[in-house]
């Protein structure tokens, strides 16, 4: 079966575009591609639009778009999933428009989460390359291996895990069970790589958790924008939810920042990349290393 490549972009319904343009611009240090009334779409490198927010009281995940090399990779995905009973539709004309792509298929999850399967994303005019005035290091980590993440609250947490991996053909890159972080309440993670190794594009749990997205991920090329970008959210004053510290399994230095929208973004460096040739599956019993003590108001300590 052809393979997902890479997430390539990511789709929210916002309440709030004009706090998410500031919040995108002058906390996170990404770039405003087109802004209306109606929708935001944010850059993070040469591609046209990797983060696109449309208008809408949800303030949540509203679609993952799944990249393939060609059109052909997409073709036979789509038949495979077809194959499987899964009801996959073709994108209508406006949301093709919108998503800047040659072509696109969607299905939806068992969270009621859309996924849309596209090959071809446009590129940015070379006269309008991507700048960002607050980065101090060369952009952030996309290319090949996309956006960044996601962390999806499972309603079904196995049907969740079944799908990823048996209709996306997502592949497992570990595991974490932790029973630490929030008293009385055992987290249990399962993280999911596509071909182009990010350690997960794609990461569900059993989780307590304001909305059905737990948290994007995106992330930076040089270890100091992380720094940069945390004084950035404390200046500003903007709700932290985990201070600076470092993941065992995907070895992301990372804090974690509440959007605009009330889920997480958590802005990180150093993120593992998977060579299927020699990895194996590992389990791991804490979410971090150090660090990342949970900050958010009525945390315990906080
Ligand atoms: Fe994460």
Redesign the pocket.
Known sequence: MSAISNLAYVVFKASDLAQWRSFAENILGLQVGDFSADALSLRMDEFAQRIILERGAEDDLSAAGWQFDTAQDLSQFVDSLRSKGVAVSTGDVPTVQSRKVEALFHCEDPNGFRHEFVFGPQYGLISKPFHSPLLCGDGFETGKLGVG?L?TVARDYAASVKFYTEVLGLKISDYIRDAETFPGVTVDATFMHSKTGRHHSL?TAFMPSPKRLN?L?IEVKNFNDVGLAYDRVLKAGLPVIFTPGHHPNDH?YSFYVLTPSGFGL?YGWGGVVIDDHDWSVKNFSKLSDWGHKFAMPGAPDA
């Open positions: 993440h962390l990461a948290h991920m992301m958590e």
